[in-house]
């Protein structure tokens, strides 16, 4: 099973038949298990065997097959899923930190992980961001301390490409963690782990669930780090993914890969199609050869990934009159989702975000990202394609 491509172990690896022999992976929506013999009860208590459960904020048959499918399709070893991808990046930062360690992160982060990275500053961790493609800032920033390091191998909104491998050396050169949030690259082509990513992080809200139905997340990593770190402090914590949505992710998985396949096939047709329109002052796609980090995309996660960001030369207004065109994108701020959605940064997901700091991450008024679906890629490209000649 170990040799088997992503695509097949989405859909064979973790699963757990019960003594029903069913065909479609079960659903425990079961809070707790019940032991034949207090002497059972005891037992189980003492030692945990390979199917047994003691409580769903702990464990759960249908989540475990969630956390073994993930793992496999990553090569790690095994997981721990939460209740959203949030919840994994606080768990595993604070499964991980204590007061007075230093973590060196990315300045381009998601805008929820670079609150949650200041609200660890309250508990007396030190916490340098940097230009995540600058090797120098991180060799500058790291130091004997520092616990962690921590970034998006695909930044959101701008697709900046951070080196996993060279910033791996560094880190590990200075002992720390390597925790990366792999979710624009996707499971799908991910070689996170092997470029030396000791923590990998999803959001299976995006394209794990790829329906826009529930949130979840995921922490992969060795057994040694899953098991005796990140599961001894989240199974107290309680940010345990509710049996149901692991089910609901465990079915995405199975059409994960073609649904990638697809996303980033229409990715790499769009980004060629409109390169170099006149309305546009720039195309942004690891895909395209003129991205600056190209090379480097291609090589870490073996695609040009299933979102574009465009930036528009007439500024907000233009941005505006674009999205209000569009057809078979829907506007919304998801992403990763079977349906193609486009959002304006700098105004909705980065709307709080310092005048300086948009400037600084590239989060420019005319920047609109295109996240894509499986519709057919000819409607995809001739929707974006109409849209810019309108403006
Ligand atoms: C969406 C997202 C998160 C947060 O995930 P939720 O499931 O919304 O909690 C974290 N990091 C990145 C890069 C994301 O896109």
């Not at 002052?281 to 090589?299: D, K, M, N, V």
Request: a negative charge; glycine letters at 8%; aromatic letters at 6%.
């Amino acid at each position: 099973m170990d040799e088997w491509q992503a695509g097949t172990k989405l859909v064979h690896s973790g699963i757990r038949r019960s003594q029903y022999g069913e065909m479609s992976e079960a659903l425990f929506l079961t809070q707790g298990y019940v032991y034949a013999t207090a002497e059972a009860a005891e037992a189980r208590f003492e030692a945990l065997g390979e199917d047994e459960f003691i409580y769903s904020r702990y464990a759960n048959p249908t989540t475990r097959m969630f956390e073994e499918r993930l793992a496999a399709v990553e090569g790690t070893q095994d997981a721990f899923a939460t209740a959203s991808g949030m919840a994994a990046v606080h768990g595993v930062l604070v499964s991980v930190l204590k007061a007075g360690d230093h973590v060196v992160a990315a300045r381009a982060l998601f805008g929820s992980c670079l609150i949650v990275l200041d609200m660890f500053r309250r508990f007396g961790v030190e916490v340098t961001l940097v230009d995540g493609r600058d090797l120098d800032a991180w060799r500058a920033a790291v130091r004997p301390g520092t616990r962690a390091v921590f970034f998006e191998s695909v930044s959101n909104p701008t697709l900046e490409v951070i080196d996993i491998k060279a910033v791996a050396e560094i880190a590990h050169a200075a002992g720390a963690l390597v925790i990366v949030d792999n979710v624009f690259a996707t499971p799908v082509g991910s070689r996170a782990t092997e470029m030396g990513a000791d923590l990998v992080i999803y959001s299976a809200t995006k394209h794990i669930d790829g329906g826009g139905r529930v949130l979840g997340g995921v922490i992969c990593g060795s057994a040694d780090l899953i098991r005796g770190t990140v599961e001894p402090c989240l199974k107290h914590l309680g940010p345990s993914i509710s049996p149901f949505n692991a089910w609901v992710m465990l079915k995405g998985m199975e059409t994960l890969a073609l649904r990638v396949r697809a996303m980033t096939a229409s990715a790499q047709a769009l980004a060629q199609a409109v390169e170099g329109h006149p309305a546009l002052a720039r195309t942004i796609y690891p895909g395209l050869a003129s991205h600056p980090q190209h090379a480097l995309a291609l090589e870490q996660m073996r695609h040009g990934g299933t979102i574009v960001a465009l930036d528009l030369a007439g500024g907000k207004a233009a941005a505006f009159r674009f999205l209000n065109a569009l057809r078979v994108f829907t506007l919304s701020n998801n992403l990763g989702d079977a349906k193609s959605i486009a959002t304006h940064p700098a105004t909705t997901t980065h709307q709080r975000l310092p005048a300086d700091q948009k400037v600084t991450l590239g989060i420019t008024p005319g920047l609109v990202r295109l996240s894509l679906g499986i519709e057919d890629a000819a409607d995809i490209v001739a929707d974006v394609t109409r849209a810019l000649d309108m403006i």
